[in-house]
């Protein structure tokens, strides 16, 4: 059984930093890309983040500079560091796991990130 559970949400002032965690369980972890969407209201799910199998990484526009994400592979558990959060990051934040070479691809039950102005 596939599991990607999140943590590391929560409530935090504009300015402010968060360490979003996805540990990942029920895969060949370092086979996967992994990707960080999210989700605000009245909105579509976006692509925030995401880092290949090999560490390649891709960012929305509207977080490069600002967001990092990375994994560690030995732990199964994905990252995204968050830092210089603006109210417009507000949203439901959701681990995805992609396989490169099939079609399978999981989500996690998602995390509320909330930034206040």
């Known amino acids: 059984q596939v599991q990607l559970v999140e943590s590391g949400g929560g409530l935090v002032q504009a300015g402010g930093s968060l360490r979003l965690s996805c540990a990942a369980s029920g895969i060949n972890f370092s086979l996967y890309a992994m990707n960080w969407y999210r989700q605000a209201p009245g909105k579509q799910r976006e692509l925030a983040a995401g880092?290949?199998?090999?560490?390649?990484?891709n960012y929305a526009d509207s977080v490069k500079g600002r967001f990092t994400i990375s994994r560690d592979n030995a732990q199964n558990t994905v990252y995204l560091q968050m830092n210089s959060l603006k109210p417009e990051d507000t949203a439901v934040y959701y681990c995805?796991?992609?396989?490169?070479?099939?079609?399978?691809?999981?989500w996690g039950q998602g995390t509320q990130v909330t930034v206040s102005s």
């Open positions: 880092i290949t199998n090999g560490g390649g990484t």
């Open positions: 995805n796991a992609a396989s490169p070479w099939t079609r399978n691809n999981y």
